[in-house]
């Protein structure tokens, strides 16, 4: 299953303290306490990866080391190692406590969330002429802790919208062998698919029912990763009881969730065309243009009709 929305507490290191230490030779017994290490860093760093979350459903907590105390010689202690977070490109990190928001939108980009506390001076700082021999150091600075929601908003090209089965899942595989699972009821896809096709990355979102908008059925968690794809491929079934009504319904729940949705490029697929005869077809067809120019017709077997989804999509690729 796909983990998209956890929240972990992200703990830094502490710095180390400051050391009080004097010389041990019998001429030279001046300060030389050292000052401690920088305490680790949690960062956040991208990755291809859509399961990286998956460590979090039992996982709840990331910390990085503290660092080491000063030393003898005016040696400084050693910085605590840094925690590095793997997460997905799309992922929207939320500092619940300092009301702060990252994101993350390319692979190896790391965004640091939680900074280690400076390291305490040691005694060997304070030494003046007036004072050559101070007794003071200072402790190390706490890390900060915060509570981080990770939210995954996949980045997609295009994504596949509609109710469920309609024949996402089957276009995908098709097109890009992404092994979708096809059934023929209900929620057959219930996370999100990925499939590449050539440059283009292709999501299959799970079916949306009347109400998702809402929260009905899986809801939000299915919308929102709507909302980075550039490009919408609206999938109506041409055996549907009312083709048209389907297209409405699904614009009305995208507009509810986010008016944006409604301004995405967007192509309507007329699904199982092979289902219907050639005039039921045509009307369908153009009661749809009326909505939206940017109308096709597919059916898995008919080769023609595939390669023209395929045209649609080489014109996005030039696109990008």
Known sequence: MLVDDVTIKARAGNGGDGAVLFARAKFDQGPTGGTGGQGGNVILKGVADLGALKVFRTRKDVFAADGENGGQNTRTGANGKDVIVLVPVGTVAHDLTNKREYEITSINQEIVVARGGNGGFGNHHFRSSRNTSPDKANPGEEGEVVDLRMELKMIADVGFVGFPNVGKSSLLNELTNASSRVANYKFTTLEPHLGVFFDLILADIPGIIEGASEGRGLGHKFLKH???????????????????????????????????????????????????????????????????????????????SVENVKKILSKIQEEK
């Not at 697929?269 to 039921?280: K, P």
């Open 226 to 304: 709507i909302e980075r794809t550039k490009v919408l491929f609206h999938f109506v079934a041409a055996d549907s009881e009312n083709p048209i009504s389907d297209y409405d319904e699904i614009r009305k729940e995208l507009g509810k969730f986010n008016k944006k949705l409604l301004d995405k490029k967007e192509y309507v697929i007329i699904s199982r065309s092979d289902e219907v005869d050639e005039d039921r077809l045509k009307e369908i067809a153009d009661e749809l243009k009326k909505r939206n120019s940017n109308v096709t017709t597919l059916s898995l077997l008919d080769e023609k």
